[in-house]
């Protein structure tokens, strides 16, 4: 991507936090002094915000409870509930146990111009990797309503379903 992401204006989201609002943001076709237009993805967006604002945490809203090991649509699906990230930008799974060492297959659906899954896990892993925790989860939800009151910081309930991105301090922790 060629957009220049040190040239954003981020007063009005920091203008809308200080006023008691949680900013809803998105990716859109933006210009671009190279390409002349391009998509930028949300996910983008949210890690430029998360380096300059240094949130608590960050939370992706998705239309699926999660990351999966393989498409949410395989009946063999398995949602990851916790990844870790190194602060080489590695990660691992860290649950469920039984997937630690399995390489997740993804995906990306042919109307998606951004990465999909692919591009919101290493974004996710560049926010985590600066000490900010992750949730991606299913918008609507309670599990959602957890996420954005910040009521998972620290230890997340059993019941709760998402994926977790956090970073880890001992690189040999997998």
């Not at 203008?15 to 391009?38: N, R």
């Not at 939800?141 to 709760?160: C, F, M, N, V, Y």
């Amino acid at each position: 991507m060629h957009l220049q992401m040190a040239e954003a204006e981020v007063s009005m989201v920091i203008k809308a936090v200080d006023a008691g609002f949680i900013p809803v943001l998105h990716g859109d076709a933006v210009l671009d002094s190279s390409q002349e237009c391009t998509i930028l993805s949300g996910d983008v967006i949210v890690r430029y915000l998360a380096a300059k604002l240094k949130p608590e945490y960050v939370v992706f809203l998705t239309d699926v409870n999660g990351v999966y090991d393989r498409p949410p649509t395989d009946p063999e699906a398995k949602l990851l509930r916790e990844i870790a990230v190194r602060e080489d930008g590695s990660w691992c799974i860290l649950k469920p146990a039984s997937l630690r060492t399995s390489v997740p297959e993804f995906t990306v659906a042919s109307h998606d111009t951004t990465g999909g899954m692919v591009t919101k896990i290493s974004e996710a892993a560049m926010i985590a990797i600066l000490g900010i925790d992750v949730y991606i989860v299913k918008v609507g939800t309670d599990h959602s309503l957890q996420a954005l009151d910040g009521s998972l910081r620290g230890k997340i309930p059993e019941d709760w379903l998402g994926t977790a991105i956090r970073r880890i301090d001992d690189p040999k922790a997998d």
